[in-house]
């Protein structure tokens, strides 16, 4: 017997020792220490022996039952380790991977992309942004800056005015330009100032190039000794900001009422030189003229700072400068945007070539 147990237990170690799995190890368990196997059955059956032989048989099958008992132990011991360490590694999740399926990214709209960009560029300049109503009055709108009492632009041809809006100068309308917020900003903030005014303006059009509803941004700058040179120079960084570093600019005579003196600023182009393109052909963008018009501008007119006087501003000593410009016209000269209408009719195979 104690050679049996001998035999079984070498076999046993030798099994246990190359067993390769957590799994292989219990079923040997199993085949030899479980219930029915033999060795501890010859445990059992050493009660059945000759006293004399009960010691020492019984005391060889113990310890070969401790002694296979505790080689399981220790190699379970580092399958338990090797396994946990393994199926961690396969179960590891990479939180930075896209979800499936993968979420696709919203994008701000061109026209509201193209606005945050232009505040940037002026906020760089130091400049405030403020918002202002969209409904307005005939003095916001037209009285307070300049506007003669015959101006085409009062006509209800051009202006929306509100029914049963108030007379006169109180008459309510839906303002056509941001300039009203010039009157406004002055009423409210002493000099210096230097602020923008993004926003919606209204005026009855439409067609390819103009809607009912489009987009501004205003520029007021007042301080004392500010000139025509700051204006360029102010609008000259913003185009090349907008429109790339190599950017002149050009400034043409022109009329607004609440200006004195009032230019148009046309941009060099940015898709050829003087109007050819590289091939020789006419440029379609400019029109072959080698400049694109992107905004009004000019100095605060006097008559302006009269009616804000009481504020603190002295045409004596204030000088300012103006400027109003197209967002979607700034939009549709950097994007080629052909037709002022896709803004609006939110087709997403156009929205999405701006994400
Ligand atoms: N308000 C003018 C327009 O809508 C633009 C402008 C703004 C011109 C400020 C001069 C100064 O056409």
Redesign the pocket.
């Known amino acids: 017997m104690i050679e049996r147990v001998s035999e079984i237990e070498k076999q046993a170690a030798a099994e246990i020792s190359a067993a390769s799995s957590s799994s292989e190890l219990e079923a040997l368990r199993v085949q030899y220490l479980g219930r029915k196997a033999e060795l501890p059955q010859l445990l059992r059956d050493v009660s059945q022996l000759p006293p004399e032989q009960r010691g020492e048989a019984g005391k060889a099958a113990n310890q070969a039952r401790q002694g296979l008992e505790a080689l399981l132990e220790a190699r379970a011991a580092l399958f338990e380790v090797e396994e946990m360490t393994a199926s961690l590694a396969e179960d590891s999740v990479d939180v930075t991977l896209p979800g499936s399926p993968a979420e696709s990214r919203g994008h701000h709209h061109l026209l509201s992309a193209t606005r945050r960009e232009i505040e940037d560029v002026f906020c760089g300049l130091g400049y405030s942004v403020v918002e202002g109503p969209e409904v307005e009055s005939v003095h916001y709108n037209f009285d307070a800056?300049n506007h003669d009492p015959a101006h085409p632009a009062r006509g209800r041809s051009d202006t929306f005015y509100v029914e049963g809006g108030g007379e006169g100068a109180d008459q309510i309308l839906l303002r056509?330009?941001?300039?009203p917020m010039?009157v406004r900003i002055m009423e409210q903030t002493p000099p210096p100032i230097a602020l923008i005014v993004p926003g919606r303006?209204f005026r009855r059009d439409s067609d390819a190039t103009h809607t009912p509803q489009f987009h501004?941004i205003?520029?007021?700058l007042v301080d004392e000794g500010v000139t025509l040179a700051d204006l360029k120079g102010t609008l000259l960084a913003f185009a090349r900001a907008i429109f790339g570093e190599e950017r002149e600019l050009r400034l043409r005579p022109?009329f607004?009422p609440?200006?004195e003196p009032?230019v148009e600023v046309d941009v060099s182009c940015f898709m050829c030189s003087g109007g050819a393109l590289p091939g020789g052909d006419r440029c379609s963008l400019c029109k072959g003229t080698g400049w694109l018009e992107v905004?009004?501008?000019?100095m605060v007119d006097p008559n302006v700072f009269a009616a804000v006087s009481e504020h603190g501003y002295d045409p004596d000593t204030h000088q300012g400068?103006?400027?109003?410009?197209?967002i979607e016209r700034i939009a549709m000269l950097k994007h080629g945007v052909p037709d002022l209408r896709f803004f609006y009719e939110n087709d997403l195979r156009f929205l999405r070539q701006f994400g």
């Open positions: 800056l056509t330009h941001t300039s010039q303006v501004q205003e520029g007021l022109h607004f609440f200006t009032s905004l009004g501008s000019g400068f103006a400027f109003g410009l197209g």
